[in-house]
């Protein structure tokens, strides 16, 4: 059974950094997507970046160049590094992944596995 416990997030100024991580266990290879979304109150949930098996990364306009997503295949974690964090920034962010072999993509509905969710606040 595949788990995704997630750590980290927690309120920063503007300016300021903070690291998620998300500790994934029950797959049998590396080959699957994995990503981090955000949801604002009263927004959608939004993928921020993705990274599959073979380290191929993506992000949205407004985090490229501030946000780095890393997967740390013998420890089997997934990060997300936020830095110059936004007010924009604020939501709870969730890791999440796809059944094995799938590619990444954008819809949210399309993965099936999910962290408990970690709160991030930057204040202005």
């Known amino acids: 059974q595949v788990q995704l416990v997630e750590s980290g997030g927690g309120s920063v100024q503007a300016g300021g950094s903070l690291r998620l991580s998300c500790a994934i266990s029950?797959?049998?290879?590396?080959?699957?997507?994995t990503a981090w979304f955000r949801q604002a109150p009263g927004k959608e949930r939004e993928r921020v970046a993705y990274?599959?098996?073979?380290?191929?990364?993506a992000y949205i306009e407004s985090v490229d160049g501030r946000f780095t997503v890393s997967r740390d295949a013998a420890k089997n974690t997934l990060s997300l590094q936020m830095n110059s964090l936004k007010p924009e920034d604020s939501a709870m962010y969730y890791c999440?992944?796809?059944?094995?072999?799938?590619?990444?993509?954008?819809?949210?509905?399309?993965?099936?596995?999910w962290g408990q969710g970690t709160q991030v606040t930057v204040s202005s």
């Open positions: 029950g797959y049998t290879d590396s080959r699957y997507c």
């Open positions: 999440a992944s796809r059944f094995p072999n799938s590619r990444c993509v954008e819809d949210a509905t399309n993965y099936k596995y």
């Open positions: 990274i599959d098996g073979y380290g191929r990364s």
